[in-house]
Each structure stands twice: as C-alpha cells, then as structure tokens.
RNA sequence: GUCUCCAUAGCUCAGCUGGAUAGAGCACGGGCCUUCUAAGCUCGCGGUCGUAGGUUCGAAUCCUACUGGGGACGCCA
C-alpha cells in the first residue's frame, strides 16, 4: 500500500525523488485522525524553493487513485486516507488463511545459534538468570519466525574456581544426605561459608585454586564431586525451565571445552599472539586491557573456553549469526573475545554478537551470590502463580483448570514484565510490580485474547476465507495494526530487540479492548460474522505476538 | 582514574534513521456492569524531555562538555 502511494507521489514530483527515496519519506501520522499516510513537504522546500505548506497543496491536487479515499493537507503535511473495506478484506482474508503463520518468513537455511540463560552449576537460578534466559528465548523464537533455524545453547556455568571452592568447602563442611535432598540450597550454604571464612583466612583460596587445578587434570575424586554437583543442580533447573516453557538443543557448558582448549592455546603461540605476564599467558590488545589465556598455575580462564567454545560453534553449526546473551556488565569480555578470535584470522568473528542486558539489582545495587544476597526465581515465580489464583478465585471462581490458567497467566506476568522494555534498561527487583495484573501487562493482552475466545463460542463464529463484506470504521485501527505485524517483528529481530512485540501485543490489545467497549459484537444481524472475522484475526495474530515472547494464550481466564 | 550503559509526568516506561499538539500504564479524583469476561472502557489531574553549549528552516531525538546513578577494568565468571 506504501509503495504504491510512492509511486504516485513519485510521479506526481515527475520523479525528483525516486519511489525509494519517497517511501523512505512517508511515515505513520501522529494521530488517528490525521489519516493513514503523511508524505512530509519539508525536505522539498529547498529543491523547489517555496515554502513547504505550498509545495503541499499543489502536490496534493495531483495525487488520487482508487484506494486512496480523501487527499487532505494539514500545514506541510499531505495526509492520505485509505479505503477502508478493500484493505480490510486482503488483510483478514490472508490471516484466516495463513492461521499463525501468518508473519512467518520462508526458511533460509540459515542458522543463528543463541547462547543464553547459562546458569552457575550449584548456584541457585535467580532473578539475574531470568533476563538472559527470557530475553534469550523469545530472540529464538523471532529468529525462527524469520525462518532461520535457531539453535538454543544453554553455556551451563559448570567449570572454573568455583568448583575448587565448593569442593574444599564440601571437604570441610558437607553433609551428604542434605545435599542430597536439597542440592542447590545446601551447596550455596557451604558456598557461603567459604566466602565469609576466606575473608580472614586467604589459605582458603589458595586450596581453592589447587582443588580446581587438580579437577582440570582429571583427579578423580573431584571429578566425582563435580558430576554429582551439575547433575543435582541441572535438575533443579530443569523445574524452572519446564515452569518458563524454556528448552535448548545443547547444554554443552564450560566443561565441555575442556579438551578444546589445549588447541586453541596451541595455534594463539603459533600466530605469536600469547605474551607471558606476571608469569600468566596473555593476548595483548589495543585500547583495551590484555586477555588472560592462562593463569599462573597453568589453568585455564573464562576467555580461553570461550574462545574455544567459539571455535567449535563456528565448526558446528555454521552459522549465520551468534547471539550471546550476557548481562551488559560482561561487555568488556565480549569485546576482547571477539578481538582475539579476529586476530586469529577469524572473520567469521563479525557475525558473533554480544547481546548486552541491564543488571537486575536489588534495592538499587548488584546481587550477590557470594553474599547470599540473591532472589530465587523459584521463589518468585510461585508467588506469581499464588496471586494469579487469587486473583481467578475472585473473578472467575467457575473456571475450570485453574491451577493451569493460574500458572499460564502469573508466568506469563513475569515473563512480559521482563521483556516489555528496552533490554539495557537496569531493573530494580520489585516483586508488586510483576504481580500486577492490570494496565501494560501480559495478563492484559491474554486476557484480551481470552476474551476474544469467548466471543467467538457465543457468537458462534464460523471460520470462512470469504472476504469480510463489512468493517466498522472503530475496526479500522485494529485492521492497520494488524498489517503492520511484520514490520515489528522485523524491527524485534534487527534490534534483537523483544520489547518490540510486547509494545505491539499491547497496543492491538488496547486497540480491540476500546472498540469492544464501543461496538455490541453479538449484534444478531448478518454483520456479525464480519466482526468475528476481524476479531478472530486480532487474537491470531495476540497469540502468536505471546508464542513469540514465551507466554502462553488461555482460551479462558 | 579509564571505558561503558542509563537519565522524559509523583512512580515504571514509550517515543530517539531530526519534523505536525511529547504518549502509555501505575498512583490520585470522577463516570461506565438488568446485555458479549470490569484482569476492561472512559474523562480529568500531572512534563524546565538531567544541565549548558553546538549543528539545523526545525532537536526529547544528532554532536561536545558537564552533573547524577549503575557496571566493568589481569590470574572470578
């Protein structure tokens, strides 16, 4: 439609701006009732020198075609007004048929692998956890809808120091059979412990350190320890991720690099890219700190089995893009790995990309598992559930499952409230706030569509792909939004940006939730099934803006 | 100290490839359920777009400096 409006205004300017060039200029109007489409005469002033509202008013005489319903000019502005009704029918006829694929683009045959959630092995999975693990699968699921295949890697935090600390903790202070019964909660304890005793005791670090060494030669006691800490923890969080609805085709960790390292320590001497500092190995770089490669006793660091990791995901999966979603604090890391990988003669290093995210701090400052002073998401996300019940019990005390629904609905609260703005933005935990039900919510836009659901039974709505023969003019914004449904996925993908789908889900939900309060929908004559027609399509079109971000779409709340 | 992210209504945020009267939600005050789920709709209240310069016909949006806050900065991840 907005190209074919430029090629008339094109036209219309004998083509002193080319169609692209016009379609770049033409933009949304800033109120309903400015129309449709605005072409802006400002940046013609100059060309033709005279004033813009002139410009606009000749131009305007010469622009009409049979879609276009009224040419108005307001200022500098030529606002275009659109026949309703034969864009409503195109756009509802291709939804009805295309269902939910209806966005989807045509597989490309390209992979971008995501890494993201990542969780510490025997820490527990908190607040700080949920941004990369929400932010990281709805990126999957956009990329998908862009037909790329996504691979979902979950990095599982499952090698380094802190194995040496909790072994020389369990050492000291374990206890089997409560570990055993309560994996993470135990093992953070004695995690704990370990901090606040090494604090006036610096042996402690050191067996630490040791404890570590000898589990990355392959003692065998540690590496018993180590198994049963991951399988224990893993476990755990499998609860969280199946509550999240959250899986992954790889939980290929650190550990997993650990026989992929010696190569890439190898091949960084041959390049003669590895300097010797303070007797660690280092890559030195420019404008930035060096990369540290090998620590003093040998072991290995975080960037050498990142760097490892890389090498293996190139080889692996070939893809396209690589999406690491990792807290903003962690850019520095990003930067330098990615510096590293390109000074290796890897160029394939320009599609790797640090997908940065504001800390979740607690009252104001950084959470800290050493401290003990974290917010378990478990914990959270049953009292999500919790109030989400409450809250049925007092509306809809008939429903049926409501355990279910209540599960659906207070995930589904903190899922959006995660991913409806910008990812940079630093989140101040606030445990009201994702139990709020009402206004820019998740809970707003299902219960949106679950009304929508009823609509459809009492209305006894039958699904056809015969064009609608009717719109009302109230539809009329809904039938807009709906097209642009692919422009904000678009938008989400390039961004890497999710919050574009939960502002567009919320606002074709505020859009239907006004025209519902205005428009008797079961009005009985034969302009019903229009309606529905219309309606079914905007609660297509909700679930899948929810399937995208993780949510879920009770038929009923 | 260096680098980096952030700064818009009382609170949480949209808007940021420069353009028409800076928009939502929450909170607060009114109105709307004998009829489709009131987890809704509606009216009102509320703004020196951190500060100061600059670029421009035009700046919340771009540039510079400053202020305030978060974070990172070699043997953690």
Not at 222 to 231: G, I, K, M, T, V
Not at 526 to 555: F, H, K, M, T, W
Request: hydrophobic share 40%.
């Amino acid at each position: 439609m907005k190209k074919q409006l430029a090629v008339l205004v094109s036209a219309a300017l004998q083509n002193d701006l080319s169609v692209s060039e016009v379609t770049a200029l033409l933009e949304k109007p800033k109120y309903e009732h400015l129309g449709d489409i605005a072409f802006p005469c400002f940046t013609l002033a100059k060309k033709y020198k005279k004033a813009p509202t002139i410009i606009a008013e000749e131009l305007a005489q010469h622009i009409q075609a049979d879609f276009i319903k009224e040419v108005k000019v307001e200022g500098a502005y030529i606002n275009f007004y659109l026949q309703q009704l034969p864009i409503a029918q195109q756009i509802v006829t291709q939804i009805l048929a295309e269902q939910n694929n209806y966005g989807t683009r045509n597989a490309n045959n390209a992979t971008i692998a995501i890494d993201f959630s990542s969780p510490n092995i025997a820490k527990p999975f908190s607040m700080g956890h949920l941004r990369s693990t929400v932010i990281g699968n709805a990126l999957a699921n956009i990329a998908e809808k862009m037909g790329y295949h996504a691979e979902r890697i979950n990095h599982l935090g499952d090698w380094g120091t802190q194995f040496g600390k909790l072994i020389v903790a369990y050492k000291l202070w374990g206890n089997k059979e409560a570990i055993e019964a309560n994996p993470i909660a135990e093992l953070l304890k004695i995690y704990v412990r370990f901090h606040d005793e090494a604090e006036h005791n610096e042996a402690l670090n050191d067996e630490a350190r040791q404890a570590f060494k000898s589990l990355e030669d392959g003692d065998e006691e540690a590496l018993a320890l180590w198994q049963w800490f991951r399988e224990a923890s893993l476990q755990e969080f499998q609860s969280i991720y199946k509550l999240l609805g959250v899986g992954f085709d790889s939980y290929n960790g650190e550990a997993f690099y650990n026989d992929k390292m010696e190569r890439i320590v190898t091949e960084l001497e041959e390049k003669q890219l590895l300097v010797e500092s303070d007797g660690a190995m280092v890559v030195p770089l420019e404008d930035m700190p060096p990369c540290l490669i090998k620590k003093n006793d040998g072991a290995t660091l975080y960037a050498t089995r990142d760097l490892a990791a890389a090498v293996y995901r190139q080889e692996t999966y070939k893809p396209a893009k690589v999406f690491y979603v990792v807290g903003n604090e962690q850019s520095l890391h990003f930067k330098q790995l990615f510096t590293v990988l390109k000074k290796m003669g890897y160029h394939w290093a320009d599609n790797y990309q640090h997908i940065p995210f504001g800390l979740m701090l607690i009252g104001g400052k950084k959470m800290s598992t050493r401290k003990g002073k974290v917010v378990l998401l478990a914990d959270v996300l049953k009292e999500a559930m919790d109030a989400a019940l409450r809250n049925i019990e007092e509306k809809n005390p008939t429903l049926a499952n409501k355990e279910q629904v209540a599960k659906e609905v207070g995930i589904g609260a903190v899922i959006f409230n995660d991913l409806k703005n910008d990812r940079m933005h630093d989140i101040d935990f606030d445990i009201e706030q994702m139990v709020t039900f009402e206004g820019e919510t998740g809970p707003y836009v299902q219960y949106t569509y679950a009304r929508i659901q009823t609509l459809l039974k009492k209305g006894a709505y039958i699904a056809e792909e015969a064009p609608i023969t009717y719109l009302d003019e109230t539809a009329w914004p809904l039938i807009k939004q709906l097209q642009d449904f692919s422009d904000y996925i678009a938008k989400a993908f390039n961004d890497a940006d999710p919050s574009q789908i939960a502002k567009y889900s919320l606002q074709l939900a505020r859009s239907f939730n006004k025209y519902y309060a205005q428009t008797k929908m079961l009005s009985g004559d034969d302009l019903q099934q229009a309606r529905l027609a219309v309606v079914n399509c905007v609660a297509i079109v909700l679930q899948e803006g929810l399937r995208l971000l993780g949510i879920a779409s009770p038929e009923e709340m």
